[in-house]
């Protein structure tokens, strides 16, 4: 459980409280069974709890598909149709009854060669973000259509990031990000600004 970003959801209205939570739980999230669309997965999965509600559970493909439904009524933000499908295969894949396959690249991963693109998927950005529209947060090409021609924009947008923040789109705030170096952050910025 990320408390800052359920303190997020909870003003978006999607939150819930969580029944057991302890501070210590966070350090033994374990990570999904890397394969194709694990990456996706991650970071569409645990806005809301740990993987390991979803690495304790093995389910068949139609009772996944119930458990996505299930999911959206729970609050999770719309996952486009390809991204259904593609979270719907891994973990039919390896999540399913019975001894899960070895782990592999997360080839649907390996596939983007944009280095931006990769830090988005791990870093649980994509969770609330989409290029071409609202989700949680603001949809990327609007957030470069707002900053059009504000030579300062790169430099704000790094710190939001960094820092979070609220006000510029509602009043759901954004959480903090203490991980990615400078570095990354102005790519990302620089990214964001360059979708038209
Ligand atoms: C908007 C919040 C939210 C998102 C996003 C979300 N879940 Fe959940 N999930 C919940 C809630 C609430 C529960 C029930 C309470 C609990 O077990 O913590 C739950 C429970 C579960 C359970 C049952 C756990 C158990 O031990 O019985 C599984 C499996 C699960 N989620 C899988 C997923 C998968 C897969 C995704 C991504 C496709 C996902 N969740 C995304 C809110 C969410
Ligand atoms: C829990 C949901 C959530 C996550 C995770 C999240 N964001 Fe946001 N983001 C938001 C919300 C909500 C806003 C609007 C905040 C506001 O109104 O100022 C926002 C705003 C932004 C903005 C526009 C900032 C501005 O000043 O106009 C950018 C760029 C952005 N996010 C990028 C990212 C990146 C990159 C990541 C991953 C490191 C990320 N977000 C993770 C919810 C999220």
């Known amino acids: 459980m990320k408390p800052r ?7 978006a209205g999607l939150a819930f409280a969580p029944a057991a939570w302890t501070p210590g739980a966070l350090a033994e999230n374990k990570q999904l069974i890397s394969g194709p669309g694990s990456t996706l997965t991650n970071a569409k999965c645990t806005l809301c709890h740990d993987n390991d509600h979803i690495s304790r559970t093995r389910l068949t493909r139609p009772e ?3 458990n996505l439904r299930n999911m959206q009524q729970r609050g999770m933000p719309p996952l486009t149709a390809d991204e259904a499908s593609t979270i719907l295969a891994y973990l039919s894949t ?3 009854p019975g001894e899960p396959p070895a782990a592999t690249a997360d080839t649907l991963v390996a596939s983007t060669t944009d280095p931006v693109r990769k830090l988005l998927d791990a870093n649980a950005c994509l969770g609330c973000h989409a290029v071409d529209q609202k989700l949680v947060g603001p949809g990327f090409r609007e957030v470069a259509a707002k900053y059009a021609g504000d030579a300062g924009a790169t430099a704000r947008l790094a710190a939001e990031i960094r820092s979070g923040g609220k006000g510029s789109w509602g009043e759901i705030p954004m959480p903090g990000n203490s ?5 990354e952050l102005a790519s990302i910025a620089g990214w964001v600004l360059g979708q038209k």
């Open 94 to 96: 390896y999540y399913a």
């Open 179 to 183: 991980v990615l170096t400078d570095a």
């Open 64 to 66: 996944w598909e119930e």
């Open 5 to 11: 970003v359920l303190a997020a959801l909870a003003l």
